[in-house]
């Protein structure tokens, strides 16, 4: 078996179904791995996956429940290191190419943006089309890429996969468990410094992608970003460069105000106008990341240019709507101090319109660097001449702060103390014509100031 455990009792099952991790999930004959996370431990749902007519369990430690249905029962030391180790068995077995994409900000953008591409690609004359597995939702950590893996079924020749992290380590393990063909490191940025301490930190950790790479492999590199560049340096293998001097580059980009960027792509000797349904010039960057990756795969400029014009923002992340002819940008989904400035920069740069207002909440997990990347956020907001400002969060007070040393006038600043009161301060004030940015932290769930500024729900 492919986790390297004992068999503590055969089973009357020869072939098993989906692996799944949540006992919710198990039908007739799948294999069950019981994790121990944060809140629950699924060795306590074992039984619950017998009823359900699992066909094999994956356990740490017994007692064994009674089992009289035929489930095979394996034990090992570590259910979260059998599940990662069965993931990568499936990744061999079914050997499709392996794109793997991390960084600070941008790595779920460049992941739609290449699947995009590579779905109107062909790779040795063969269409891509319906031939590629992607990361889902947010499942790009020790638990979600694995299981991400182990949907592959055998005829995908491409998957597309997201590697987050929180913990040092994590990309080493995920880039073990994946064995990518090719790698990206978007960028490198002050985010989950509560555990990963520092600048510098977050680039050792993005870097382990490239480290633990198979130099037969290919590093898609990122040469407008500093770090990145330097972990590029190191790489052995073949290398594909974008951004300022870059095989892959982004000329004469002009913002279309809420409509989007446009750009010229250039690929080697090839080159053509882009135009992209993004917001904001660092999706630029994400644009042509994903470029990059997908030529690394043999995609010519047509099919980069097509998946490019063809993708859309997900929900909350840039995404623009207007709502009684007020322009919502609705980028709630999460935010660091890179993911903010370049939000505050996309509203600044919208034409046109009356009022630019900036629905911000706090900023998490950046441990000692909290309150000066608060500050510092409410003088960038008076920088870009960011009309009016409602805040929410512990670090509300910080960020007003810096708006008043930066220039802005005290009544231009609110500070709410919930979600729906942001929201109807907010009601009162904005008329039409007026562009509002929403974005803090995913813990601060700034979508409910949206939703109660619309008046829904509740
Ligand atoms: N290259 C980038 N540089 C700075 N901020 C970015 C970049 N790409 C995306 N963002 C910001 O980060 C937010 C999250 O984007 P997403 O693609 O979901 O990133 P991730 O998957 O890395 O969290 C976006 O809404 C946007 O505000
Ligand atoms: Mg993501």
């Keep these: 078996m492919a986790t390297g455990g004992e068999v503590i009792q055969e089973g009357g099952w020869a072939l098993f179904g989906d692996v799944v991790t949540d006992s ?83 790595k779920t953008t460049t992941k739609e943006m290449v699947a995009a591409i590579l779905e109107r690609a062909s790779l040795l004359g ?47 393990r995920l880039t073990e468990i994946a064995d990518p063909d090719i790698g990206l490191i978007t960028c490198v940025a002050p985010a989950h410094l509560t555990g990963l301490g520092s600048l510098a930190g977050v680039a050792r950790e993005k870097g382990e992608l490239f480290r633990r790479m198979d130099p037969r492999g290919t ?3 990122n040469l407008d970003d500093p770090w990145v560049r330097r972990l590029g340096a190191k790489f052995r293998g073949n290398k594909i460069t974008y951004g300022r001097n870059g095989t892959v580059t982004g000329d004469s980009c002009r913002v279309l105000g809420a409509r989007g960027i446009e750009f010229t792509l250039r690929v080697g000797r090839e080159q053509g106008r882009i135009r992209l349904r993004f917001l904001g010039k660092h999706n630029l960057s994400n644009a042509l990341g994903a470029a990059a990756m997908a030529y690394g795969l043999g995609a010519n400029l047509e099919a980069v240019r097509r998946g490019l014009e063809a993708v859309r923002p997900l929900p909350m992340r840039m995404a623009v709507e207007r709502w009684r002819g007020i322009g919502i940008i609705n980028d709630a989904y999460n935010a660091n101090p890179a993911s903010m400035e370049a939000a505050l920069k996309t509203l600044a740069d919208i034409e046109g319109g009356r009022e630019k207002i900036a629905v911000l909440g706090d900023m998490l997990e950046l441990d000692r660097e909290t309150q000066k990347s608060h500050l510092r956020l409410g003088k960038q907001a008076a920088r870009y001449r960011i009309g009016r400002l409602y805040l929410l969060g512990e670090h509300a007070t910080q960020v007003k702060e810096g708006a008043l040393l930066g220039g802005m006038a005290e009544e231009r600043v609110v500070v709410g103390s919930d979600h729906r009161e942001l929201g109807g301060m907010l009601r009162e004030q904005a008329r039409r014509g007026d562009w509002l940015l929403f974005k803090g932290s995913r813990g601060m769930n700034m979508e409910k100031v949206l939703a109660a500024f619309q008046e829904i729900g509740e």
Excluded: M, W
């Design 219 to 221: 590093a898609v590199v």
């Design 24 to 106: 919710r999930k198990v039908e007739q004959r799948s294999v069950f791995i019981a994790l121990k996370g944060e809140k629950f431990d699924g060795h306590a749902f074992q039984r619950e996956a017998i009823r359900r007519g699992a066909g094999c369990l994956i356990i740490h430690k017994g007692p064994v429940v009674s089992n009289s249905r035929g489930a095979t029962v394996i034990q090992v030391r570590d259910t979260l290191k059998a599940l990662g180790d069965l993931a990568h068995y499936r990744r061999k077995r079914v050997a499709p190419k392996v794109l793997a994409i991390t960084g600070s900000n941008g």
């Design 126 to 172: 063969e269409s891509l089309r319906r031939n590629i597995l992607k990361t889902e939702g947010n499942y790009n950590n020790l638990v979600g890429l694995p299981l991400t893996l182990l949907r592959l079924r055998g005829k995908e020749r491409v998957a597309v996969l997201e590697l987050g992290t929180s913990r040092p380590g994590e990309i080493r």
